[in-house]
């Protein structure tokens, strides 16, 4: 089972996200804040993380390091989450760890490209 982790300040977003990932494979989880993000993976680490940039409580860049200090932190895929390509947070977000990158607005392709693919069982 996928487990994925949307954080995002805004409820709609989270709602829309865990809507167009949640399915008989991935477990959607939700945090608001970076607080709550890192105590959420210090209990159970998702293997996917969907980071907003503009979160109020927290740097990006610090939530990512301190997700990636945590225990299977290392193996966790984060993904900077931003309303329009700008270099220099992208930068120091894959900088502190994060493995790309997905735009806002997002659609069910654009987030589902990030997620590993559903083996086919036959």
């Known amino acids: ?3 994925c982790m949307i954080v995002d300040g805004s409820p709609v977003v989270r ?3 865990r809507r167009l990932i949640a399915n008989e494979t991935t477990i959607v989880t ?3 804040t970076g607080y709550q993000t890192i105590a959420a993976c210090s209990v159970e680490m998702p293997d996917i993380i969907i980071l907003d940039d503009a979160l109020s409580d927290m740097p990006a860049p610090e939530i990512i ?3 990636r200090a945590l225990p299977g932190g290392e193996n966790s895929k984060i993904y900077l989450c ?3 390509v700008d ?3 992208i930068m120091r977000a ?3 760890g994060a493995a790309g990158y997905l735009l806002k607005p997002f659609n069910r392709v654009s987030i589902t490209e990030i997620l590993p693919p559903v083996p086919v069982e036959g």
Do not use: F, N, W, Y
Request: glycine share 0%; charged share 35%; aromatic share 0%.
């Open 1 to 3: 089972m996928l487990r």
């Open 15 to 17: 709602k829309v996200a």
């Open 30 to 32: 939700t945090a608001d």
């Open 65 to 67: 390091s301190q997700v």
């Open 82 to 84: 931003l309303p329009e």
């Open 87 to 89: 270099l220099s947070r």
């Open 94 to 96: 894959k900088r502190a």
